[in-house]
């Protein structure tokens, strides 16, 4: 029976391990936390990624734990429309868009997987092009090394050496909260060098997401900068963020990763934010990964040579990348001039061609 050795137990690795072991393989997952599981936040699952899922097996589970996401468009802080989304159109076209809580993706991915095949608590030092895994427990050997541990990959280091992730420019505040009432037409808003946006759960808690421009590692205490930043916002912002409490909220500074000159070598392969982090601007981070896992074990499956993964991943994901890296570039202008000749621009361009747009991206059937 062949082999895939995993590194890394987060949305993209488990994925992996289903994928591989819903086609004969044995799956060892290495993850270095103590426990596998995930911190709070949304996630947008987007149509290409639930054709992915339902590739795994795992569709209806998952949008079982999910609410159709209502994202109506783009507002200025006043709460005027800057682009409104047709949900109906997106529907019929690509199909619907979910939202969910990471934490519940991870534990429907994790069920998937034999639970003799999870070590936690495993930190890798090396992976070897022969398939070779030194870690804290000894080695593992695998017919494939799956290198899925994040935007520090450990992994990536065998297939081309040592790369330096980038800062955006901007970090991010998420949180998840309980409004008093409800919420009616989700969506982000736009203002000069900072952004906010909120999207239902399945559960009635609404996911709430901001960002700012600022300097690399600048530490704010987290729901008194939101109130500060975006207290006065339209409603619904200003309960959503009076509802945070200072533990509940999370920061973290954007980074991506440069274009990869490929994701393999020998028998080792990169996945997820550890071959293509990109900003969130588009909500593909998982998503990408997800079809990454899909395209992997098919290709491993039926030929073992991992270049044709590359070829078939490498110029989606890098594109997919790029857009997101430029809609973030665009959403952060703050000089007055730009964000006005931006909102004016946003304004003009009919939703058939924002839909259009999409096409690349949720076309994908695996």
């Known amino acids: 029976m062949p082999k895939a050795v995993v590194v890394g137990g987060g949305i993209g690795g ?3 391990a289903v994928a591989f072991h819903r086609r004969g393989w044995e799956v060892e997952v290495l993850e270095r936390a103590a426990t596998i599981a995930e911190i709070g936040a949304g996630l947008s699952v987007w149509p290409n990624a639930l054709r992915a899922l339902d590739l795994l097996g795992l569709g209806d589970e998952v949008r079982a734990r999910a609410l159709e996401d209502g994202a109506a468009g783009i507002r200025d802080p006043k709460g005027r429309w ?4 047709d949900a109906a159109v997106l529907r019929a076209r690509y199909g619907s868009p979910i939202m969910m809580h990471r934490a519940d993706l991870l534990d429907v991915l994790r069920r998937g997987v034999p639970e003799s095949a999870l070590r936690a608590g495993i930190s890798v030092t090396e992976a070897r092009a022969d398939g070779t895994v030194t870690h804290s427990a000894g080695t593992s050997t695998g017919d494939v090394v799956v290198g899925a541990d994040g935007i520090r990959s450990v992994v990536r ?3 081309c050496g040592e790369i ?6 901007y970090t991010a505040w998420r949180v998840v909260v309980r409004p008093s009432g409800p919420v009616c037409e989700m969506g982000e808003t736009w203002g000069r060098g900072q952004r906010f946006g909120f999207s239902g759960l399945h559960d009635g808690r609404v996911y709430c997401f901001a960002t700012a421009n600022m300097p690399e590692g600048t530490r704010t205490d987290g729901a008194a900068e939101l109130r500060r930043r975006f207290g006065t916002w339209h409603e619904p912002i200003g309960d959503l963020i009076a509802a945070a409490t200072e533990s509940t909220v999370l920061q973290n500074d954007i980074y991506s990763l440069p274009a990869l000159k490929t994701y393999v070598s020998g028998r080792v392969a990169l996945l997820g934010d550890a071959a293509h982090a990109m900003t969130p601007n588009l909500g593909q981070g998982a998503c990408q990964a997800l079809e990454d896992s899909v395209v992997l074990a098919a290709v491993a499956t039926e030929d073992r040579d991992l270049t044709r ?4 991943r490498r110029p989606r994901t890098q594109m997919i990348a790029a857009r ?8 952060q202008l703050e000089s ?3 964000v ?3 909102n004016a621009v946003l304004r003009c361009v009919p939703s058939s061609v924002q839909f259009n747009a999409l096409a690349p991206v949720l076309d994908w059937v695996g």
Not at 82 to 85: D, E, G, T, Y
Not at 164 to 169: D, E, I, L
Not at 309 to 312: I, K, N, T, V
Not at 324 to 331: A, K, L, P, W
């Open 14 to 16: 488990l994925a992996t």
């Open 82 to 85: 800057l682009a409104r989304a």
């Open 157 to 159: 280091r065998a297939v």
């Open 164 to 169: 330096a992730p980038r800062y955006s420019g």
């Open 309 to 312: 993964y590359d070829a078939l």
């Open 324 to 331: 997101s890296e430029r809609i973030g570039t665009v959403g």
């Open 336 to 338: 007055a001039a730009a």
């Open 340 to 342: 006005a000749v931006r």
